[in-house]
T-cell receptor, first 114, second 117 residues
Framework: GNSVTQMEGPVTLSEEAFLTINCTYTATGYPSLFWYVQYPGEGLQLLLK?????DKGSNKGFEATYRKETTSFHLEKGSVQVSDSAVYFCALSDRVGGSEKLVFGKGMKLTVNP | EAGVVQSPRYKIIEKKQPVAFWCNPISGHNTLYWYRQNLGQGPELLIRYENEEAVDDSQLPKDRFSAERLKGVDSTLKIQPAELGDSAVYLC???????????????FGPGTRLTVL
């Protein structure tokens, strides 16, 4: 079945450091790919998405490019802030009966220190 | 606009006791999902509703778990009896009716953290 493997943490960075969180996937067909973020005490929020190969999703300074050849969707940010401290989940969609079934990776906890 | 509402936020029970979780989706969202998130893991789908119909419950442990979505709005997830391994965060999500071929975003509630002692 479809699956997502992502870099496991936890990871601690200093403010303004460069961030990369690796994500690779296994899927039949052509899934859409997502990064979700979970801030402390809050629900999961969609951070960015890409629906086809070579698409780049971006939001809040984060970027990820759908790479079909390497089945990857790595998340990057050039300069992290303390407010980026959260758990990040890579996910793919498995469209079933017209609605989206999400398959998540295990998540990676990021702590950014001032 | 209010988001997905879940209650309670936290629940501690002894094993073999029953427990129920409630979810109120975003107004107008016809699809509702229940996920379970174990510690250190990503969420895993338990059941998906289209209006009041459960269209995917293949991952729901039916010997002890049940769910309902009467009138196609609010939903309740129940565990009876609870086991130690049921300790997890139970997430509810909803999504609006699909329009065209675009991705149908799921909006998540804050979850209910269940601890079974």
């Amino acid at each position: 079945g479809n699956s997502v493997t992502q870099m496991e943490g936890p990871v601690t960075l200093s403010e303004e450091a460069f961030l990369t969180i690796n994500c690779t996937y296994t899927a039949t067909g052509y899934p859409s790919l997502f990064w979700y973020v979970q801030y402390p005490g809050e629900g999961l929020q969609l951070l960015l998405k890409a629906t086809k190969a070579d698409d780049k999703g971006s939001n809040k300074g984060f970027e990820a490019t759908y790479r079909k050849e390497t089945t990857s969707f790595h998340l990057e940010k050039g300069s992290v802030q303390v407010s980026d401290s959260a758990v990040y989940f890579c996910a793919l969609s498995d469209r079933v009966g017209g609605s989206e079934k999400l398959v998540f990776g295990k998540g990676m906890k990021l702590t950014v220190n001032p | 606009e209010a988001g997905v509402v879940q209650s309670p936020r936290y629940k501690i029970i002894e094993k073999k006791q029953p427990v129920a979780f409630w979810c109120n989706p975003i107004s107008g969202h016809n699809t509702l999902y229940w996920y379970r998130q174990n510690l250190g893991q990503g969420p895993e789908l338990l059941i998906r509703y289209e209006n009041e119909e459960a269209v995917d419950d293949s991952q729901l442990p039916k010997d002890r778990f049940s769910a309902e979505r009467l009138k196609g709005v609010d939903s309740t997830l129940k565990i009876q009896p609870a086991e130690l391994g049921d300790s997890a965060v139970y997430l509810c999500a909803s999504s609006p009716p699909r329009t065209g071929g675009s991705y149908n975003e799921q909006f998540f509630g804050p979850g209910t953290r269940l601890t079974v002692l």
